[in-house]
C-alpha cells in the first residue's frame, strides 16, 4: 500500500525562495522496510507522522578529532488504530487484520527523504532501535519511533583476527585455528563438531597449545614436540570422520587444505607429515595417504593418487610459513596443486581416489592403522578444509594470497584499503561503501575483540587531516582520506543576514581549536614503536600546555611524526609567524532554517553538504573582523515539521590553521615560511609589497602561470595578481589588492610574517 507522502511544504505562492526549480514539491516522505532488510521494499508511514512534533535527525562530530557519533532519527506516529503496536495481530478493533504482523521489530530499516523539482534527497537512512506507544494527555494513542545508523550495528560487531576473518570469508567445511587454551586436550573446529583429540603414540614428547603464532598474527599456534618419528602427540579425529562426502575413483569431489608451520629441526630420512588424510582406492584394500610433509632436505610436497607435487626450497628454516594444497577430481581428470606463502609452487596430474565418509584426517602425523607416525616437530596454526563435490578450485590464487597476507597482518595496506576489508567483515559489500584515495600506509592492527568500527576509527586517526568514518544520509558507509579537507571551493555559500537563523548564530574564540602539543605513537607491530611529541611554544607560553596523543598504525616514521606535526593548531612557523601561535575567532555553530532563507535552491544544495565539507558564510556582521569566513562542517542536527526545516551545523575553523594539502611523508611540517615584510604598508592603500626570504625559505616563483596567489600578513589577506619584478631576495609585487577573502585592509609594519593563504591549487 502506498500513500502519497505528507507535504511538509508551505505551497510555492507563499514560499520564499526564489527559484522555482530547488522548491520542493514532493513533500518529506518517511519509510520503513517492514520485510526482508535490503529488498528495498519500503512501506510509506508518512501520513501517520503526527506533524505537531518534529522529525529530529542528528549526525556528525564535535570537532575533526573527535569519532563521529551514531546518527540518530526520532519522530512520532499516529497509532490511534495500533497499527505501530509491537506484537499486535489485530488492530484496535480487535477484528482487523495488522497489515504489518510481526514485523513492527526491531533493526528494521528507516529512511526520511525529501524530493525537489530537481530530485529526492536521503535526511537519513538507518535502522529501528525501538518502538515505544505513547499516550497522549490530550487523548489518543501514539507510538515514538527511534532509529540509527549502520555505526550502531558494527559497533557491536566484533571482529576476529584478520587471518580468521579471511579464512571463515571462503566457508571451510572445518577450522582449528589451534589457539586454545594452554591445557586443553582438544583442538575446537570453530565452525562446527569436527573437534581434533590430542593423541599419543609411544613414549615421550609433548604436545603444547598457545604458543607464539605467526608473527603479525594475533593468533596463538601448537607446539608439537616430538620423542622420535614414532613417540609423541599429534591432533585427530576419534570418530574418524573427514568433513568431506564420500565419493568414488569417478566421483567429482574437491578438498582443500591449509595451514601454518613453522620449524627448525631437519626431519631424518622418514621425514615429518604436517597432516594426512587416509584415503580408500578401492573397497577391503588398505588406504593410501593424500598427504603434506617435509623431507630431510627441509623441502614440502603433497602427495595424492600416486603423484607428488614438490616445492623445492628448505622450510625448515625457523620462519612461518603458509601451506595449501588442492586436490580436485573430476570424472575425467584429477589434479593436485601446491602452494608456499601465497604462490602456486607446482601442479600435476594423479590417479584417482576413492574417499570414504569416514576418512580419518590428522594434523602433525601420518594416519597409519589408527596410530601417528612421521610426527611433526614445530609449531603449526590455522589448518582449514575446504570441500566440494564439483571438482573445481575451492580457493583462487588471488583468494589465497589474501589468506597468506592475512595472517602477516596485511601490512603496506592504505588506510583505505584497511577500511574496506573490517567493513566487508562486517556485512558491508562494496557497493555499500564510499572510500576516498587514502594515503597513509599501514602495519598490522590488532583486531581480535575491537569492534568493526573501532578498527575503522584507529585507520581514520592513522590517515590523519581529519579523515571520518561515518553513515551518510543515502545508508552508505563513508571514509574520507586526510586530503578531504584541503583549501578549494566551498560547497554550499550563503548570506548571514539572508539565510541565518539569528538566534543560533555563534561566533565563538575559545580554545577547542588548540592543541599545541601533540604527541604520536607508531604502534609496536607497524614499526619501532617510537614515540614524537611536536609542540608550538609559543602558543604554550601564552595559553599554557594543551596536548593530545594519538596512536599511529603507519608503517614510517615519518608518517607519525606529521600526523603528531598536523595535530598542532598553529601549524606555520613555530617562532616567526606571531600571528599563528593564537586561537582565532571561529563559528561554533551555523543554523540555517530553509523555510525563510532568501538563496535560491538551498534544498538541493543541502544534499552535498558532509562530514568535512567547507561552507562559506558571506555579509557578516559589521562586528566580525572578516565580512566572510570559511567553516567545515563536523556535524548537523535537522529538525523539520510543518512550519520549519531547520539545520544547525557543528563546525571548525576552514583555514584557521591553513589546510594544507598533506600528501607526501617526505615533508614535515605543513606549509613553507616565505618571509616577512621589507618595508611597512603604512597605510589600507599601499599596493607595493615587498617581501624579504631567508635562509632555507624559497623565494616566490616568477612563472606568470603561478599568480594570483594570496599571502596573509597578520589578519589581512592580500592578492598579488601578478608575479615579482626580480627573483632573489627581497621581492617587490605591485598593484597588489589589499583586504581579500572577506579579510580588512590595514596598516602592516615591517618584519610583520608573510604566510601563503590557502590556496585551491598549492599542493606539497
Not at 20 to 36: D, K, N, R, S, Y
Not at 231 to 252: E, N
Not at 461 to 490: H, K, L, V, W
Amino acid at each position: 500500500m502506498t500513500y502519497p507522502g505528507l507535504n511538509l511544504f508551505p505551497g510555492s505562492a507563499t514560499f520564499p525562495m526564489g527559484s522555482a526549480a530547488g522548491e520542493p514539491v514532493g513533500g518529506v516522505q518517511i519509510l520503513i522496510e517492514f520485510g526482508t532488510a535490503f529488498s528495498n521494499v519500503w512501506t510509506d508511514v508518512s501520513q501517520w507522522f503526527d506533524s505537531s512534533q518534529d522529525i529530529t535527525v542528528q549526525y556528525g562530530r564535535t570537532s575533526e578529532y573527535a569519532a563521529p557519533t551514531t546518527a540518530a532519527l526520532s519522530f512520532i506516529l499516529d497509532n490511534t488504530d495500533g497499527r505501530f503496536t509491537p506484537d499486535r495481530q489485530l488492530l484496535q478493533d480487535n477484528a482487523t487484520t495488522h497489515p504489518y504482523y510481526p514485523n513492527v521489530e526491531l533493526r528494521k530499516r528507516v529512511q526520511v527523504n525529501y524530493t525537489t523539482a530537481v530530485s529526492s534527497y536521503s535526511l537519513f537512512t538507518g535502522f529501528i532501535k525501538g518502538w515505544v506507544p505513547i499516550v497522549d494527555p490530550n487523548g489518543g494513542f501514539k507510538t515514538r519511533v527511534s532509529a540509527a545508523t549502520r555505526e550502531d550495528k558494527l559497533s557491536n560487531t566484533p571482529l576476529l583476527t584478520p587471518a580468521q576473518q579471511e579464512t571463515l570469508t571462503d566457508s571451510p567445511v572445518a577450522f582449528w585455528p589451534l589457539n586454545d587454551l594452554s591445557a586443553s586436550t582438544i583442538a575446537v573446529d570453530s565452525i562446527g563438531a569436527n573437534n581434533l583429540s590430542v593423541v599419543s603414540n609411544g613414549p615421550g614428547g609433548a604436545i603444547t597449545f598457545a604458543q607464539a603464532g605467526v608473527s603479525a598474527s594475533e593468533d596463538t599456534a601448537c607446539n608439537f614436540a616430538p620423542a622420535s618419528l614414532v613417540g609423541g602427540y599429534c591432533l585427530a579425529q576419534p570418530s574418524a570422520k573427514f568433513p568431506s562426502a564420500a565419493a568414488t575413483s569417478t566421483t567429482p569431489i574437491g578438498y582443500g587444505v591449509e595451514c601454518w608451520f613453522q620449524t627448525s629441526v631437519l626431519p631424518g630420512v622418514s621425514g615429518y607429515n604436517m597432516w594426512s588424510l587416509a584415503s580408500v582406492p578401492s573397497a577391503g584394500s588398505l588406504p593410501n595417504y593424500d598427504e603434506i610433509g617435509m623431507a630431510s632436505d627441509g623441502s614440502v610436497s603433497f602427495s595424492a593418487g600416486g603423484s607428488a607435487v614438490n616445492a623445492p626450497s628448505n622450510y625448515c628454516d625457523g620462519a612461518w610459513h603458509y601451506v595449501y594444497a588442492e586436490h580436485l577430481q573430476t570424472a575425467s581428470t584429477t589434479t593436485i596443486n601446491l602452494y608456499i606463502d601465497g604462490a602456486l609452487v607446482g601442479t600435476t596430474s594423479c590417479l584417482a581416489s576413492s574417499y570414504v565418509g569416514g576418512s580419518c584426517f590428522v594434523v602433525g602425523s601420518l594416519y597409519s592403522t589408527g596410530n601417528p607416525k612421521y610426527i611433526f616437530d614445530g609449531s603449526m596454526a590455522l589448518v582449514a578444509v575446504y570441500s566440494n563435490t564439483t571438482g573445481t578450485a575451492l580457493l583462487s590464487p588471488t583468494r589465497v594470497a589474501t589468506h597468506y597476507k592475512a595472517a602477516l597482518g596485511f601490512v603496506g595496506d592504505t588506510t583505505g584499503q584497511r577500511v574496506a576489508r573490517y567493513l566487508s567483515y562486517g556485512g558491508v559489500t562494496s557497493s555499500q561503501y564510499n572510500i576516498d584515495t587514502c594515503v597513509g600506509i599501514v602495519g598490522p592492527y590488532a583486531t581480535s575483540g575491537q569492534s568493526v568500527m573501532q578498527a575503522c576509527q584507529a585507520m581514520a586517526d592513522t590517515e590523519g587531516g581529519g579523515s571520518c568514518i561515518y553513515q551518510t544520509p543515502d545508508g552508505n558507509m563513508r571514509f574520507t582520506s586526510r586530503n578531504f579537507q584541503i583549501p578549494g571551493a566551498p560547497v554550499l555559500t550563503f548570506d548571514a543576514a539572508a539565510d541565518l537563523d539569528g538566534p543560533s548564530f555563534t561566533p565563538t574564540k575559545d580554545d577547542s581549536d588548540v592543541v599545541n602539543q601533540s604527541t604520536a605513537t607508531q604502534a609496536a607491530g607497524s614499526g619501532t614503536g617510537a614515540s614524537y611529541t611536536a609542540k608550538n611554544t609559543d602558543s604554550i607560553a601564552l595559553y599554557g600546555l594543551i596536548g593530545d596523543q594519538v596512536t599511529s598504525y603507519a608503517t614510517t616514521m615519518q608518517d607519525v611524526i606529521n600526523l603528531a606535526q598536523s595535530h598542532i593548531a598553529a601549524g606555520w612557523h613555530p617562532v616567526r609567524d606571531t600571528h599563528a601561535k593564537r586561537s582565532k575567532g571561529r563559528l561554533q555553530s551555523v543554523t540555517l532554517d530553509v523555510y525563510t532563507s532568501q538563496t535560491a535552491g538551498l534544498y538541493d544544495l543541502l544534499s552535498s553538504v558532509q562530514i568535512g565539507s567547507r561552507i562559506r558564510i558571506v555579509n557578516l556582521p559589521s562586528h566580525f573582523p572578516t565580512s566572510q569566513i570559511d567553516v567545515i562542517v563536523e556535524g548537523w542536527t535537522v529538525n523539520v515539521n510543518v512550519d520549519k526545516f531547520s539545520i544547525a551545523w557543528v563546525t571548525s575553523s576552514a583555514d584557521n590553521p591553513a589546510r594544507m594539502v598533506w600528501s607526501d611523508p617526505s615533508y614535515g611540517r605543513w606549509g613553507p615560511d616565505p618571509g616577512s615584510m621589507t618595508t611597512a604598508l603604512a597605510s589600507a592603500s599601499t599596493s607595493t609589497v615587498v617581501v624579504t626570504t631567508a635562509g632555507s625559505s624559497p623565494t616566490f616563483s616568477t612563472a606568470a602561470g603561478d599568480y594570483p596567489l594570496y599571502i596573509q600578513v597578520g589578519e589581512e589577506v592580500i592578492e598579488l595578481p601578478t608575479a615579482p619584478s626580480g627573483a632573489s631576495s627581497p621581492q617587490t609585487f605591485t598593484g597588489a589588492l589589499r583586504g581579500q577573502k572577506g579579510t580588512v585592509a590595514a596598516p602592516q609594519s615591517a618584519a610583520s610574517p608573510v604566510n601563503l593563504w590557502p590556496s585551491p591549487t598549492w599542493t606539497l
